[in-house]
């Protein structure tokens, strides 16, 4: 499987998921550019953004990543399951992508909306978390990469003075 991002926004897109990226692909969109293998996302849990989101990951051909995924009854393509569940690892024909609804340290989701902004990711224009929406969620992770991701942007964004 070839990671494919530019498939991926554009497939989402074309359904009209009303969603943020998160993760890395943000941390590249505010300034600081890294490798990264897979796409992270929130959306707007309504029951209308989840049936479209759902279509999308039904084309992208999405199934659970992980250890004993395929155990696992739970579709990721079923609206309701993505209302109900904390997160979504998945493996997709155009790369792994995770759906993620209960960040730590995220605000409500049309507040971060409010805050977000357009940026080019993988070709494709997408919506980013807002800078310190994105350093809270970093914070609150603090996970190794998450910290070195918060210094590298901290340096970026330093006042002008």
């Known amino acids: 499987m070839t990671f494919d991002p530019s498939r991926i926004f554009e497939t989402l897109d074309r359904h009209g998921v009303d969603y943020l990226t ?5 941390v590249i969109a505010h300034g600081y550019v890294r490798a990264t293998a897979d796409i992270d ?3 707007r849990l309504d029951a209308q953004n989840m049936s479209r989101l759902a279509t999308a990951l039904s084309e992208l051909n999405a199934r659970l ?5 395929d155990k696992l009854d739970i579709d990721p393509t079923d609206p309701q399951v ?5 997160s ?7 790369g792994p992508l995770d759906f993620l609804n209960d960040v730590p ?4 989701y049309d507040a971060m909306r409010s805050r977000a902004r357009q940026a080019v990711a993988g070709g494709v224009t997408v919506w980013v978390v807002g800078y310190e929406d994105l350093i809270r969620m970093k914070e609150a992770s603090g996970r190794e990469q ?3 991701d918060i210094h590298q942007l901290s340096d970026l ?3 002008q003075d």
């Open 22 to 26: 998160i993760g890395a692909w943000a």
């Open 41 to 43: 996302f929130v959306a």
């Open 65 to 69: 990543r992980g250890i004993d995924a």
């Open 82 to 86: 993505l209302m109900t569940g904390a």
């Open 88 to 94: 979504f690892t998945m493996d997709t024909d155009a």
């Open 105 to 108: 340290g995220s605000a409500d």
């Open 146 to 148: 998450d910290l070195l």
């Open 157 to 159: 964004h330093l006042p």
